[in-house]
């Protein structure tokens, strides 16, 4: 199947810092793709759907200044956490529709972060 | 606004059991199911995926059904091994969109 990567896998910031995290689609180009958020034990929430060369949209409750996303390629979409607090701490996933026969949803590894 | 059900919330079994995980969904109208497996602090990986106009797909010892009138899926997994040890996710896209909506997932063990 399609491979999503995702960057970092894990990181851990100061309270009041930015953190950038990066999804890429690596053998296909993906004009939709979706950032997740995971708690412990629970299913994933889908923050917002990140659309190339437009803005993305975000889920009710999801606040856009503070989750920024930029969908600058077809290969490329990045979430960045501005400010973060310990609250800010999960599970991001991003994920990419490859196209073809279903439009099957291929997901990246997940972003690990922790706000100190 | 669709909503998906997994049943059982957890299951434990010893190897070699043959297993039924139950996903439902309250739209019919739907697009695509896809079935994925989450192992510990990892992302998802796509099982199987079954579009509105089929009723089933195969991969190895999975099978998953569709049955839209009854709002039901099932993933059959054959003589479960302690690799099939994971989160079982069902995913429904629907409305015309391919945004999915999860289930909240069966959490399966298989012991030696």
């Known amino acids: 199947g399609a491979v999503v990567s995702q960057h970092p896998s894990r990181v851990i910031c100061k309270s009041g810092t930015s953190v950038k995290i990066e999804c890429r689609s690596l053998?296909?180009?993906?004009?939709?793709m979706f950032w997740y958020r995971q708690f412990p034990k629970q299913s994933l929430m889908l923050m917002a759907t990140s659309n190339e060369g437009s803005k993305a949209t975000y889920e009710q409750g999801v606040e856009k200044d503070k989750f920024l996303i930029n969908h600058a390629s077809l290969t490329l979409s990045t979430l960045t956490v501005t400010s973060a607090h310990p609250e800010d701490s999960s599970f991001y996933i991003c994920?990419?529709?490859?196209?073809?026969?279903?439009?099957?949803?291929?997901f990246g590894p997940g972003t690990r972060l922790t706000v100190l | 606004k669709q909503e998906v059900t997994q049943i059982p919330a957890a299951l434990s079994v010893p190897e070699g059991e043959n297993l039924v995980l139950n996903c439902s969904f309250t739209?019919?109208?739907?697009?695509?199911l896809q079935w994925f497996r989450q192992d510990p602090g990892k992302g998802l990986t796509s099982l199987l995926l079954?579009?509105?106009?089929?009723r089933e797909q195969t991969s190895g010892r999975l099978n998953a059904s569709l049955d839209k009138s009854s709002g039901r899926s099932t993933l059959y997994i054959a003589a479960s091994q302690p690799g099939d040890s994971a989160t079982y996710l069902c995913a429904v896209s629907s409305g015309g969109s391919y945004i999915p909506t999860f289930g909240r997932g069966t959490s399966l063990i298989v012991h030696p």
């Open positions: 053998d296909f180009q993906a004009t939709t």
């Open positions: 079954i579009q509105s106009s089929q």
């Open positions: 994920s990419a529709i490859a196209g073809g026969p279903g439009n099957e949803q291929f």
């Open positions: 739209d019919s109208a739907i697009y695509n």
